[in-house]
């Protein structure tokens, strides 16, 4: 059997070729919705698929769209890759993704070859704030760039970030309100944005003085490592906010194994929301991105004027999910 064509699709949906094209090419706005379904529903039924070559040729683009991640070992950007992903795919295009090993200088290495497989735009998650600026921009003169979650100096280019000091403002609130008062900030990696915007908002709320427990990576081991200290430090702390999930995740499994009560005892947050927290005993409070929103906005910015990509943050409201690791009523 031969693959099903264009004009297939457009025959079994009752529709012309030329509609049947702006459909599955992500471009839409005049066609009826009704029309549009059709379409989408055609397509899906005979397993048709872009000739994404074939569109490169006749419009100088690719419907791929590439992003750079720090490290696909940490579920969290496996989440933000997956609600990119989706975004992308609903367009009619296809995302790449690419791992930095959290190195900036492999990220330039990834950020390169991404552009010279001819991706029609590139989103970036730097690793570093003072060191991924430089590649970045000069990514930027050669096509759409923009940052995602994090930004980096003088990376001539807009980042679409979560508002990292009212999540932690939140979290800091939550604890307040039940009576916790000896918070401690286990945190990792101050080279990006997002580290060190949440270590200075926790340093802010809590003072220089507060417990801080920073460790050299994001990763279960480090938060391992990091509930041995807290747990021999058990009387001077009731409450500890994780820069990230993985941290957390480690954090409470090495606190449980030391016989301290969570949270009885310490009081955990996590800080990203991944589907992992949900499956643990007690299951952890964290901070929710709105990455699905989050996304668009990206997206948006990266198909739009080359005006609307200055250099600036623009910051997206954190929501707060309460589980049982903080409040022992939550969900009950």
């Known amino acids: 059997m031969t693959a099903p064509r264009l004009l297939d699709v457009a025959a079994a949906a009752g529709v012309s070729r030329a509609t049947a094209s702006r459909v599955l090419a992500g471009t839409p706005r005049n066609v009826d919705p009704d029309l549009a379904r059709r379409v989408e529903e055609a397509a899906q039924r005979l397993g048709y698929r872009t000739n994404h070559s074939a569109r490169a040729l006749r419009t100088g683009t690719t419907g791929t769209v590439g992003v750079v991640v720090p490290s696909l070992a940490n579920p969290y950007f496996v989440q933000l890759a997956d609600a990119l992903a989706q975004r992308v795919r609903a367009a009619g295009g296809q995302l790449v993704v690419s791992d930095a090993a959290n190195s900036p200088a492999i ?15 590139l989103l970036v998650v730097p690793v570093s704030a003072a060191a991924s600026g430089a590649a970045v921009r000069a990514a930027a003169e050669r096509a759409p760039v923009v940052l995602f979650d994090r930004w980096a100096h003088g990376s001539g280019t807009v980042a679409v970030t979560l508002d990292n000091a009212a999540a932690m403002r939140l979290l800091l609130g939550h604890l307040d309100a039940l009576g916790r008062r000896r918070i401690a900030l286990v945190a990792a990696d101050q080279a990006s944005s997002s580290g060190a915007e949440r270590l200075a908002a926790f340093t802010a709320a809590r003072g220089a003085d507060a417990t801080t427990v920073l460790l050299p990576s994001f990763t279960t081991d480090a ?22 999930d993985v941290l957390a995740v480690g954090l409470v499994s090495t606190l449980q194994r030391s016989a301290v009560s969570v949270p009885g005892e310490i009081a955990v947050t996590g800080f990203d929301d991944t589907e992992i927290l949900e499956l643990l005993d007690p299951p952890i409070t964290s901070i929710r991105h709105p990455l699905t929103d989050m996304a668009e906005r990206a997206l948006t910015l990266l198909q739009g004027p080359a005006t609307d990509r200055a250099e600036n943050v623009e910051r997206f409201a954190p929501q707060l999910v309460v589980r049982a690791s903080t409040d022992a009523d939550a969900g009950a």
């Open 107 to 121: 990220e330039a290495e990834q950020i390169e070859t991404l552009l010279s497989g001819r991706v029609d735009g």
């Open 223 to 244: 938060g391992r490592t990091a509930g041995r200290r807290i747990a021999e430090r058990r009387a001077e702390v009731d409450a500890v906010v994780c820069g990230a």
